[in-house]
């Protein structure tokens, strides 16, 4: 089956760059999440979008943005790159209209973001 | 969403059952308990969910408690394999409201250990 496909798999960017991560879902899923997981931390939810639209926003630095095109793929933007955005960001999808009548999400490999 | 207490780490041996606690005495009367599990630095992956009855599938079973504050995720035959962290998490089901606010809370999680 089909799983969620994000790239690049690792990034190193320089202090104040700018990085692009992009995330393919699952097809027909139409919410798309992004999660940030710091060095020793937990998974920390960022933001998600729903057929193309902002859903739910949770601590996204201000220099992040974030996007779901039409074909439903999602790109997290990141600019003036900090030491302390090295991370593994991770991108789930899901569909209420799988059938199962839950929303479980489906995570991808993950990007891991070096800033130097 | 309610919040969760877990054990930060147990160990098992190959082969005997896995017996993972988790307490959410705050849980309200729609909060379903999910369970999800990230080997190292893979995405997280979805194992099972309940509201109130117990359930089982191809991975594990997960026992609630008649008053709803704690559940077991059972891991019955536990392999090298299943060696990660295991996170229970309790949310609001996903509804037909359009996939919004459905992000998932991560805590601290149990870093379950299957030792041969």
């Known amino acids: 089956a089909a799983g969620v496909i994000q790239s690049p798999r690792h990034l190193i960017k320089e202090k104040r760059e700018t990085a692009t991560l992009k995330c393919y879902p699952i097809p027909r899923h139409d919410t798309v999440y992004w999660y940030q997981q710091g060095p020793g931390q937990d998974p920390q939810f960022l933001i998600s979008f729903y057929e193309k639209m902002q859903s739910d926003k949770g601590s996204i630095p201000d220099r992040f943005s974030a996007q779901q095109f039409s074909d439903y793929h999602s790109e997290l933007n990141m600019s003036s790159l900090e030491l302390g955005d090295s991370a593994l960001y991770f991108c789930?999808?899901?569909?209420?209209?799988?059938?199962?009548?839950?929303?479980?999400?489906?995570f991808g490999p993950g990007t891991r973001l070096t800033v130097l | 969403d309610a919040k969760t207490t877990q054990p930060p780490s147990m160990d098992c041996a190959e082969g005997r059952a896995a017996n993972l606690p988790c307490n959410h005495s705050?849980?309200?009367?729609?909060?379903?308990v999910y369970w999800y599990r990230q080997i190292h630095s893979q995405g997280p992956q979805y194992i099972i969910h309940g509201l109130k009855n117990n359930e089982t599938n191809e991975m594990a079973s997960l026992i609630i408690t008649e008053d709803r504050k704690s559940s077991t995720l059972i891991l019955p035959h536990a392999t090298l394999r299943d060696t990660a962290v295991y996170y229970c998490i309790v949310r609001a089901p996903h509804d037909n409201s359009g996939g919004s606010n459905y992000k998932l809370t991560f805590g601290k999680g149990t870093l379950l250990t299957v030792n041969p």
């Open positions: 705050t849980i309200s009367g729609n909060e379903y």
């Open positions: 789930a999808s899901s569909s209420w209209t799988s059938g199962r009548g839950y929303n479980e999400q489906f």
